[in-house]
């Protein structure tokens, strides 16, 4: 059973802080990982992949991947009450189309 | 621009009453289409998923069916509703090219 696993949270920040949300991963063979953001009560919105280890910067986000180690982290700079929301972490299966989600963090931002 | 649509927003069904869902994604062709279920408080779980038209993969066992009649359309159905078919119904699309998701809006169903 290839799993995804993330803390469920809350994570609580303070307005303005860095907020960190991790995810690790059971299948090896992994090459596409994904971060998106959902509100309450709404579908979620996709808000950065990443396929390559290192960092992928887009906006106040940082999206972290690590395949030895089969963690990949998401950093939110200069965090905003907006951002408060659970946060899914998603891999998408070697060799299919199918993503397999994590149960998400939930964030929130304490202005 | 590609959109996704799905409706209707919110059902209330009672058990052992028919289901139909549908999906529909415009300004792409050939899409890859999805399923997923989010139960209150749980992960996505994915039920169907589509590379094309009348292929469908079936993930998780149970009273629910899926059919792709075009190449932009996915339907959801259920001849019976049981009250653990409740919850959040989302459709999603990528393209081949894998880049992520986009969910549609989804469905909150509640069969009561």
């Known amino acids: 059973q290839k799993e995804v696993e993330q803390n469920s949270g809350p994570l609580s920040v303070p307005e303005g802080a860095i907020a960190s949300l991790n995810c690790t991963y059971s299948d090896r063979g992994s090459q596409s990982f994904f971060w998106y953001r959902q509100y309450s009560g709404k579908s979620p919105e996709l808000i950065m992949f990443i396929y390559s280890n290192g960092d992928k910067e887009d906006g106040r986000f940082t999206a972290q991947l690590n395949k030895a180690s089969q963690y990949v982290s998401l950093l939110i700079r200069d965090s905003q009450p907006s951002d408060s929301a659970t946060y899914l972490c998603a891999v998408e299966g070697s060799g299919t189309y199918k993503y397999i989600f994590g149960t998400g963090t939930r964030l929130k931002v304490l202005a | 621009s590609q959109t996704i649509h799905q409706w209707p927003a919110t059902l209330v069904q009672p058990v052992g009453s028919p289901l139909s869902l549908e999906c529909t994604v415009e300004g792409t062709s050939n899409p890859n289409l999805y399923w997923y279920r989010q139960a209150a408080g749980r992960g996505l779980q994915l039920l169907f998923y589509?590379?094309?038209?009348?292929?469908i993969s079936s993930e998780v066992p149970q009273n629910l069916s899926a059919s792709r009649p075009q190449d932009r359309q996915f339907i959801l159905s259920s001849k019976k509703l049981l009250l653990s078919d409740s919850g959040f119904y989302l459709c999603?699309?990528?393209?081949?090219?894998?880049?992520?998701?986009?969910f549609g809006s989804g469905t909150r169903l509640t069969v009561v």
């Open positions: 589509s590379v094309g038209i009348g292929q």
């Open positions: 999603a699309w990528s393209d081949q090219g894998a880049r992520g998701y986009t």
